[in-house]
């Protein structure tokens, strides 16, 4: 290769050989419009992959859909679809940072590899930081809506309500439901039953006497009722955080995937890219 060369070429063995009087050892190792545009690909493809597999159905993240109790596992069919459109993005988006980045000239083989790489991972962070901050804004948003769309506060429907509306459940026909102040008196009885995983002795007896007096029943009898919905109730939060769980983890694994993918791709871009030679 001539002195005056810029372009570098490729030794026989595959080292980078830089051409004479070119050094870009201390040169930015970050081209930026190259994560960017990678992290830009992952983002859109990632949107687009999603909006194909809820279509198909099959990233659908409710574990209560099955007739079985699935709270602790997701269908293997969303698991796989995460899984592959992390790598089919991470890819994409990687590949093209790394092919798209600034030449560098005059640095071992070894530090274009970790350029390349971190080019890849800086995309794929960038992307995922990018996605987390707009779904952000847009519940903000959804919520500010719903929020303005219900002016009486007191519509609003709490996690305990269905439950509070079990033990005041009557046992014949009344024609005077529970007033507000009656049922949220029962619903803090119950909110911090299940914080302190257990009924305290008087609000067993609070919660029967204002079952009791709401549905007709005797007073053991409504005790009783309070200690099985709040039985219930706990083991529906319990099976609630399970599933969180076990989704975060699927969550986790697939970002790990989609992670690898961008990283692993930029190298074969960048390699692609340091063996264009000049016509």
């Not at 050892?25 to 983002?43: D, E, K, M, Q």
């Not at 779904?135 to 309500?161: C, F, I, K, Y």
């Not at 039953?193 to 305290?200: D, K, V, W």
Request: aromatic share 8%; with cysteine.
């Amino acid at each position: 290769m001539h002195p005056s060369d810029p372009f570098p070429s490729l030794s026989a063995t595959g080292a980078f050989v830089a051409p004479v009087g070119e050094d870009h050892t201390f040169a930015s190792g970050i081209s930026w419009s190259a994560v960017f545009g990678g992290a830009i690909v992952i983002a859109s493809m990632s949107f687009i992959l999603l909006a194909l597999g809820t279509g198909l159905g099959l990233s659908s993240m409710t574990p209560w859909s099955a007739p079985r109790d699935t709270t602790k596992v997701i269908g293997m069919a969303t698991v796989a679809w995460l899984v592959i459109m992390q790598m089919i993005s991470g890819g994409l988006g990687g590949y093209l940072a790394g092919r798209i980045r600034n030449r560098w000239l005059g640095i071992h083989t070894d530090e274009t590899y970790f350029r390349d790489t971190l080019h890849g991972f800086l995309a794929w962070g960038l992307a995922l930081c990018g996605t987390i901050a707009f779904l952000a804004a847009a519940s903000s948003v959804m919520a500010g809506g719903a929020a303005a769309s219900t002016p009486d506060s007191r519509q609003e429907v709490s996690t305990n309500a269905y439950f509070v509306d079990v033990m005041l459940r009557p046992t014949t026909p009344i024609t005077t439901p529970a007033s507000p102040e009656v049922r949220g008196e029962l619903e803090r009885i119950l909110t911090r039953t299940l914080l302190m995983a257990g009924f305290a002795r008087d609000d067993m007896t609070a919660a029967g006497r204002i079952i009791s007096q709401q549905t007709g029943i005797a007073q053991a009898a409504a005790e009783q009722r309070a200690v099985d919905v709040a039985g219930m109730a706990a083991k529906a939060a319990e099976d609630a955080k399970d599933a969180v769980g076990h989704s975060l983890l699927w969550v986790f694994v697939g970002l790990l995937v989609g992670a690898f993918s961008a990283s692993f791709a930029a190298t074969l871009g960048g390699r692609t890219r340091d063996q264009v030679q000049r016509a």
